[in-house]
């Protein structure tokens, strides 16, 4: 079966651009968390969504951040605009339930902002 | 702010010795906790867990200990090998809640 799918893979970008990140969680999960890592913070919470609604968007970090779930097998993360400090590794994850317990995650996107 | 808590951003161990990666947390309603292990250029993945009704749970070479008075848990491995340096993470949740992780350790096991 295959795992969390992410793209793309790597990002680089100029300030002030738009930024869409796609994940594919894997079949049959219904909650989707998106994740951002850090050096100084390690692995942050975004938002998740839990049969596609948002439940939990405390994470997202300002206006300029938003994700969508339009369907159980596709989520988007989108920056717009940009900035130097959103350069990171974002990661999707899913998993069966609400409950959370064992998390997949997709192999992530390296964003780099210049 | 941060509610897991790990204090040695790196460790080091010989081949065959035993590793202890610790996490602190500040958080009494968490009833639930993980170890993941991160590869290079991979996503986290799942390693071993804990629930707060226990204080010791055993996979094999890995071990977690909680220790619910201190707030804090451990993980270790034993005997140590090349193929466990990776980063770990502690990360932990409320019943039915969204799990919070750590900044991560980053383990190198030498020969």
């Known amino acids: 079966d295959a795992g969390v799918i992410q793209s793309p893979r790597h990002e680089v970008t100029e300030m002030g651009q738009e930024v869409t990140l796609r994940c594919k969680p894997i079949?049959?999960?219904?909650?989707l968390f998106w994740y951002r890592q850090t050096m100084m913070r390690g692995l942050e919470l975004l938002i998740y969504?839990?049969?596609?609604?948002?439940?939990?968007d405390s994470g997202m970090p300002e206006d300029r951040f938003s994700a969508k779930m339009p369907n159980a097998s596709f989520s988007t993360l989108k920056i717009q605009p940009s900035e130097p400090r959103d350069s990171a590794v974002y990661f999707c994850?899913?998993?069966?339930?609400?409950?959370?317990?064992?998390?997949?995650f997709g192999e992530g996107s390296r964003l780099t902002v210049l | 702010d941060q509610q897991v808590k790990q204090n040695s951003p790196s460790l080091s161990v010989q081949e065959g010795r035993i590793s202890i990666l610790n996490c602190d947390y500040t958080?009494?309603?968490?009833?639930?906790f993980l170890w993941y292990k991160k590869y290079p250029a991979e996503g986290p993945t799942f390693l071993i867990s804990?629930?707060?009704?226990?204080d010791k749970n055993e996979d094999g070479r890995f071990t977690v200990f909680l220790n619910k008075s201190a707030k804090h848990l451990s993980l270790h491995i034993v005997p140590s090998q090349p193929g466990d340096s990776a980063v770990y993470f502690c990360?932990?949740?409320?019943?039915?809640?969204?799990?919070?992780f750590g900044t991560g350790t980053r383990l190198q096991v030498f020969p």
């Open positions: 958080n009494s309603m968490f009833d639930y």
């Open positions: 994850a899913s998993t069966l339930g609400l409950a959370v317990g064992e998390l997949f």
């Open positions: 969504f839990n049969n596609n609604v948002p439940i939990d």
């Open positions: 804990i629930s707060s009704i226990k």
């Open positions: 079949s049959g999960h219904n909650s």
């Open positions: 990360a932990a949740s409320e019943i039915s809640d969204k799990l919070i």
